[in-house]
């Protein structure tokens, strides 16, 4: 089952909608999708290493683009979507040592969290929510964003034959890497602040 994953996901680096599909990922995981680019984003970039930079700069300008929606959920939808997602995540109790947090640190909070495996939705929802300076959340987004997607170019072109070498041999231990970063993100997003 993962080889046959590993292999479509190559050939989606074949195809006219590669591109398409990778900036709807990065758009969805900014605002309300559990899944992150990186899943899509490694596999076509060992299969077309020359686009590298390409497909780096595309999840940065979709992954930005998603989180101003996720910062509008927050900002003009928390009483309906952005409380449940508030609380999905753990931090409906925590809102007002957050906003205190926030205050302080909240450019900190934005530039670290968009770099882990915290769900960068969590960043997103509570800046609008908390009224974090948008122009400021923009900024800081693509300084985030960016690091982590085109340090991730860097390293697959740079060792993109041995990563590809790793991944063809255990894409199934990835995957199962993958998902356990994932579930300690959203564990890690309801205990953090």
Known sequence: MFKRLYDWTLSLAESPRASWALGLIAFAESSFFPIPPDVILVPMTLAKPQKAWFY???CTIASVAG????YLIGALLYDTLGQWLI????YAEKVDALRAF????GWAFILVKGLTPIPYKLVTIVSGLLGYNFALFVLLSLITR???FFILAAL??????PIKNLLERHFAAFMLILLAIIVFGFWAAAKIV
């Not at 926030?102 to 640190?105: L, N, Q, R």
Request: charge should be positive; hydrophobic fraction near 40%.
């Open 87 to 90: 609380g999905l995540y753990g």
């Open 102 to 105: 926030y205050d302080k640190w």
């Open 156 to 161: 697959i072109n740079n060792f993109g034959g």
């Open 56 to 58: 780096a700069g595309l």
């Open 67 to 70: 989180g101003v929606v996720g």
């Open 146 to 148: 960016g690091a982590r």
